[in-house]
């Protein structure tokens, strides 16, 4: 799937209260599931003293992102009324490659099934508009290895092409790219006819 797609700008974290109970959601970009999972398990710790850490992510799984990893979790509260409305707005919304986990300290009442639904779709929705919503496409690493002689060359066509990479200059020269999808064959055909054949591409 080359397609763009919708994710969090940045990790944030947006609060409130309702009738004594304390929300905070927090929203954060990941790239893979075990990403999603490590921020889950960073916010577990964090608010261990919690009353509940509702946690619900949408991540691109598979070698190039083929189909998407959707889970979400009640963390003891009353079936369907915390993970589900949670997962929901990201659905809702078509965010991907995002990770929320809706924090509650309990504050005396009882808020309903209802209320619930409400306040964890609520602190998900105020975290992501606090977050920001991107469009970004999916990107995979291109691995160059040249030697000096066309180091130049290669570098000049990534930064003609403004690709975020990094050089490290041993016996060879090693370009590490982080290429969108749907431009890098393109680009190893380039760097292959720049190079007469002679960068090695991983």
């Known amino acids: ?50 009353t509940h850490n509702v946690p619900a992510y949408r991540v691109r799984a598979g070698d190039d992102g083929e189909f998407l990893r959707e889970y979400s979790s009640d963390d003891g509260e009353p079936s369907g009324s915390a993970g589900k409305p949670a997962l929901n707005v990201l659905t809702q919304r078509e965010i991907e490659n995002c990770a929320v986990v809706v ?70 020269v090693t370009f590490d790219v982080r290429v969108p999808l749907a431009e890098s064959e393109a680009l190893r055909d380039r760097l292959r006819s720049a190079t007469s054949g002679r960068a090695d591409l991983e």
């Open 103 to 172: 924090t509650r300290y309990y504050g005396g009442t009882n808020l309903g099934v209802g209320g619930l639904v409400r306040a964890y779709s609520r602190a998900v929705k105020e975290a992501v508009e606090a977050a920001g919503v991107v469009e970004e496409r999916p990107h995979e690493r291109v691995v160059i290895t040249v030697e000096y002689d066309d180091s130049g060359t290669v570098r000049s066509i990534l930064e003609s092409e403004g690709y975020e990479f990094d050089a490290d200059y041993e016996a060879a």
């Open 1 to 50: 799937m080359s397609d763009a797609y919708r994710t969090v700008a940045e990790p944030a974290t947006a609060e409130f209260v309702v009738q004594g109970s304390e929300f905070l959601g927090h929203v954060r970009p990941v790239e893979s599931v075990d990403a999603a999972e490590a921020f889950v398990e960073t916010v577990r710790e964090e608010y261990a003293d919690a």
